[in-house]
């Protein structure tokens, strides 16, 4: 069965690009434009990754992850943040609010796809 | 008679006393020949026993020679083995040396596969780069979704947090700042033509790129793109921060900046050629 992936980000070119990196591997992708939108697709979907940028409308990458691992549904789900600025600020905001991991824009495909296996092969192995 | 008789009486004596002298001679040679016949049982005894121990020394010296000779015949049979051994050692180390340098040569074709791997999977990380820009550039005929996608290209795909994108106007001989990003609001919002950087990377044609990636010179512009439609410039990318991640510009940024020249230009002006066929249409 696919592992399915929720791809979050508020610009059309980014969510495009992490796509088109992500359907090179049998990945099922589920995309939402904003934070709220993120909260009610994993909710729905039940995706084994999601993979959010920080800077959208209405709720932020920071806000989603928090929201998302404060809800019982979501809260065992790996949140890997795509943030545009890889400073150690952001990054402690970003594992502060529970994400798992983080990449940094532009995105490097091997990277991005190096730790989607990895953290999809943990999801598998945890009890 | 009577010189007889006393002549008798003395001979009868001398023969009795010859008789006792040989009769104690004889016992005293039984009783020396008992000594000798005791001493020679005691050295028969002797002789016994040691003919015994020599029997004994006999049976296991041929005993040890028995062990003597199975022990050579397992040495024979071991040296043999040694033989046997030391020539497949040698047929092994031959192989094994074979094996050696076909795991080096396996190595050095799986390094040259590893490497010749993540070479292929940069250049189609760096198509879909191209590919995104070039689908999202021409996927829309919306003037402000194609300026908004060039600059989500900056943004997200050169990794840029500063930029700005002119136009020109052709009869000013300007480029008119269209829009832009983290600039700050007194930017220079129409360039003359041939003026500053990119003025003058306009005017060239010529893609500009500061070497290294600066913040400084030139009001801190890293790079300027021409946009050229049919190799006339029609507006400019000015792009000055880059993202604190990003130290400079790689290969596929600079062929990000090539198809940008030309396909952001065509995007632009297939927008603007719409615009016009709209605004025909709804004029009958």
Do not use: W
């Not at chain 1, 995309?31 to 800077?55: N, W």
């Amino acid at each position: 069965m696919k592992k399915k992936i929720l791809c979050v980000d508020d610009s059309r070119t980014a969510l495009f690009m992490v796509t088109t990196i992500l359907k090179k591997e049998p990945y099922e992708i589920v995309t939402a434009h904003d934070g709220q939108q993120a909260v009610e697709v994993a909710s729905a979907e039940r995706p084994d990754l999601i993979l959010m940028d920080v800077i959208m409308p209405r709720m932020t990458g920071f806000e989603a992850c928090r929201e998302l691992k404060q809800r019982e549904d979501t809260k065992a789900i790996p949140v890997i943040l795509v943030t545009t600025r890889g400073e150690e600020e952001n990054v402690e905001t970003g594992f502060a609010s529970g994400c798992n991991d983080y990449v940094t824009k532009p995105i490097n495909a091997q990277e991005l796809l190096a730790k989607v296996r990895d953290h999809i092969a943990s999801r598998e192995e945890a009890p | 008679m009577k010189d007889s008789r006393s002549g008798h009486g003395a001979y009868v004596r001398k023969v009795q006393e010859g008789t006792q002298s040989f009769t104690h001679d004889l016992l005293g040679e039984l009783e020396r020949l008992h000594v000798l016949v005791a001493s020679l049982q005691v050295e028969k005894e002797t002789l016994h026993d040691k003919t015994r121990g020599i029997q004994q020394v006999l049976s296991a010296n041929e005993a040890l020679r028995a062990l003597a000779a199975s022990l050579e015949a397992e040495m024979n049979r071991l040296h043999e083995q040694v033989v046997t051994l030391r020539a497949a050692n040698e047929r092994y180390e031959g192989e094994h040396a074979q094996l050696s340098a076909q795991l080096d040569r396996t190595r050095a074709e799986s390094q040259s596969y590893s490497s010749r791997y993540a070479e292929i999977e940069t250049q189609n990380s760096n198509l879909a780069n191209l590919y995104v820009a070039s689908y999202r550039l021409h996927g829309t005929l919306d003037r402000k979704e194609v300026i908004d996608t060039l600059q989500e290209i900056i943004a997200n795909l050169i990794g840029s947090e500063e930029a700005g994108l002119y136009e020109l106007d052709e009869h000013m001989q300007t480029l008119e700042l269209i829009a832009s990003f983290g600039l700050a609001p007194d930017a220079q919002r129409s360039v003359p033509l041939g003026s500053g950087r990119v003025g003058q990377a306009a005017r060239s044609g010529e893609i500009f790129v500061a070497k290294p990636a600066t913040s400084e010179a030139d009001g801190g512009l890293n790079a300027c793109i021409p946009l050229k439609l049919d190799g006339k410039v029609t507006g400019a990318v000015a792009i000055y921060r880059l993202l604190p991640q990003k130290s400079g510009f790689e290969e596929v940024d600079r062929e990000l900046f090539e198809l940008l020249a030309t396909h952001a230009a065509m995007a632009l002006y297939c927008t603007s050629l719409h615009a016009r066929l709209r605004a025909q249409e709804v004029a009958r």
